[in-house]
């Protein structure tokens, strides 16, 4: 098997309330997906770590990280955020989350696999270095990419963001780190309201309209990221995995089906071939219709498995 797929347990005690979207749910519609179509013999299961201070300080600030520490409830719900809470499990699985992308990092970097997926949650793209917001505690993905570059001794990383809504929080983070490039898609005038404006020389931020679909993704694809990424020619490739952009998905209002995201995915893992080994960490984000987020991931980790 040449993907690893990273969880564990504590990511689906986290919850936020009856009737949130980003539920514990989630998880289990997708791992239920994938044994129903024969995926799950392709990917090699581990158990996520907890992240520690030092691995989540490449990414935020030791201030930010004492604060969610000492806000975790032992019971009940306590709001960092308008939509955001903890609950008693929120601080175990938001350290499992972020412990994931850096497992996944070691592991692909280490020859170990060649890919790997983030089955985990809360989502992270969008907490910035000091905040939490938009169901997110700590950015996933930065830190992951940060222990990449700082301790496994990689000199340019990318990140690609295909979530409905900006990652704001992983360009507060990285904009300006000439080590990293994102490149992301999203729609515009949709929360969390930015990234029209990139922060930074290394950011290719996209703003599709509503109503938006596979077609323009594609032209986003093709006329803005593969160029970049191509002059970049990173070492390994994080993906931010948001499948809210999905037609069914009303939490807003683009148009993907499954087939764009194995198609985008084909696309980055040839970036990944020409470029880094084929090292691709993908960390799960938003989608919140859970028939299509689990056929949307389908898609997607079949590609990353080679299983399509």
Known sequence: MSCAWITHADCRRHEMGEGHPECPERLDAISDHLTATRLMPYLAPCEAPLATPEQLGRAHTALYVREIHDAAPRQGYVHVDPDTAMNAH????????????????????????RRAFCAVRPPGHHAMRDRAMGFCFFNNVAVGIRHALDVLGLERVALVDFD??????????????????????F????????????????????????????????????????????????????????????????MAGLRFV??????????????????????????????????????????????LAGAA
Do not use: K
Not at 229 to 245: C, M, N, V, W
């Open 90 to 113: 929120t601080l175990a699985a938001a350290l499992r989350a972020a412990g994931a992308a850096v497992m996944g990092a070691e592991m692909v970097v280490s020859g170990e696999f």
């Open 258 to 303: 499954e087939s764009d995201y194995a198609w985008v995915t084909r696309e980055l893992i040839g970036v990944a071939e020409r470029h880094c080994e084929g090292r691709i960490v993908s960390c799960l984000e938003g989608g919140y219709h859970l028939f299509a987020l689990a056929r949307s991931v389908a898609a997607h980790v079949s590609e």
């Open 187 to 250: 729609q515009r005038d949709l929360y969390p309201f930015l990234g029209d404006v990139p922060l930074g020389a290394n950011m290719v931020n996209i703003a599709l309209p509503a109503g938006a679909d596979g077609e323009a993704l594609r032209r986003a694809v093709e006329g803005s990221w593969l160029p970049a990424l191509e002059r970049f020619r990173p070492q390994l490739i994080f993906i931010s995995a948001g499948f809210d952009a999905h037609r069914a998905d009303d």
């Open 164 to 185: 409905v809504h900006h990652g704001n929080g992983s360009e507060d983070i990285l904009a300006n780190d000439d080590r990293v490039l994102m490149v992301s898609t």
